[in-house]
T-cell receptor, first 117, second 116 residues
């Protein structure tokens, strides 16, 4: 089946530190990959996405590159801020045109990030 | 675009009672999804609708759960004879799916259910 594995949290960083949150996936077919973010008390928000191998998604200083050879989609940010404190979810979806999906998302367990001043 | 709206935000109920949640998707979206999220876990897919048709249901959706989207707009999720294990955040999401592609899912803020 389809699954997403992301690094266990929580992750605590000082402001301006470099962030990496690892994400690997298993999928039948060629998925689209996503990072969603959940700020305290709020719903899930799409942070970035990539729809095919070697695509790089980016938003708000965050980046992730779709690596088919390593089945990975690691999230990175060069300099984190206190406002980045949230739970980050890696997810995949499969198009029905790949014969294996319906666009619904499969999520990892989430990684809680705390950034301290 | 007013976003996906869910009601209520919180629900506390006693074991054995029935509960119903409502979701109002983004108006032009034709797909509506329900997910469940327990503490420390990622959201798990429950079911989705394309317009008013319920096209897929997860094994997680037991007989006590029923979802409807009668006019292809808002949706309700009902849980009958609630159990303590039903305590979770219930998330609704919507998206626009066209012939050769789909938009990312937009999520509501969720309904937190506590069964005592």
């Amino acid at each position: 089946g389809n699954s997403v594995t992301q690094m266990e949290g929580p992750v605590t960083l000082s402001e301006e530190a470099f962030l990496t949150i690892n994400c690997t996936y298993t999928a039948t077919g060629y998925p689209s990959l996503f990072w969603y973010v959940q700020y305290p008390g709020e719903g899930l928000q799409l942070l970035l996405k990539a729809t095919k191998a070697d695509d790089k998604g980016s938003n708000k200083g965050f980046e992730a590159t779709y690596r088919k050879e390593t089945t990975s989609f690691h999230l990175e940010k060069g300099s984190v801020q206190v406002s980045d404190s949230a739970v980050y979810f890696c997810a995949l979806s499969l198009s029905p045109y790949s014969g294996a999906g319906s666009y619904q998302l499969t999520f990892g367990k989430g990684t809680k990030l705390s950034v301290i001043p | 675009d007013t976003g996906v709206s869910q009601d209520p935000r919180h629900k506390i109920t006693k074991r054995g009672q029935n509960v119903t949640f409502r979701c109002d998707p983004i108006s032009e979206h034709n797909r509506l999804y329900w997910y469940r999220q327990t503490l420390g876990q990622g959201p798990e897919f429950l079911t989705y609708f394309q317009n008013e048709a319920q096209l897929e249901k997860s094994r997680l959706l037991s007989d006590r759960f029923s979802a409807e989207r009668p006019k292809g707009s808002f949706s309700t999720l009902e849980i009958q004879r609630t159990e303590q294990g039903d305590s979770a955040m219930y998330l609704c999401a919507s998206s626009l799916v066209v012939v050769k592609g789909g938009s990312p899912l937009h999520f509501g803020n969720g309904t937190r259910l506590t069964v005592t």
